[in-house]
């Protein structure tokens, strides 16, 4: 199995920008669809963004579009989510995921593993 750790977390202001990373250890990484969710209390997890295996298809959600870059570096065994024009409403506990199937995928219930989460939060 992939473990996954996430970091880049913090508090920012309105406007500002974060880039979060996701370190994956295991030979596998570059096989796997990988994405970015997010959570708040109360609430179930929220898609993000998801990124194919070479890195060549990404898909968003809605709610981040041309706001969020989604990237990886299979060299480094790396995913990132690049998040500018940040907003309060971004404020989230952000998880990174993977699948084995090689589809993209904005269902949390697809993902097969997790890291830890970062915090994120954004003050108005």
């Known amino acids: 199995q992939v473990q996954l750790v996430e970091s880049g977390g913090g508090l920012v202001q309105a406007g500002d920008s974060l880039r979060l990373s ?5 030979r596998t990484f570059s096989s796997h669809t990988m994405g970015w969710f997010r959570q708040t209390p109360g609430k179930e997890r929220e898609f993000v963004a998801a ?3 070479g890195g060549g298809s990404t898909v ?3 709610s981040v579009k ?4 989604i990237s990886r570096d299979n060299t480094k065994n790396t995913v990132y989510l690049q998040m500018n024009s ?3 409403e971004d404020t989230a506990v952000y998880y990174c995921g993977g699948k ?21 939060t954004v003050s108005s």
């Open 22 to 26: 996701c370190a994956a250890s295991g």
């Open 51 to 53: 990124i194919s295996r």
């Open 60 to 62: 968003y959600a809605d």
């Open 66 to 69: 041309g706001r969020f870059t």
């Open 86 to 88: 940040l907003k309060p």
């Open 100 to 120: 084995l199937y090689y589809s993209l995928s904005y269902n949390s219930q697809d993902y097969d593993y997790w890291g830890q989460g970062t915090q994120v």
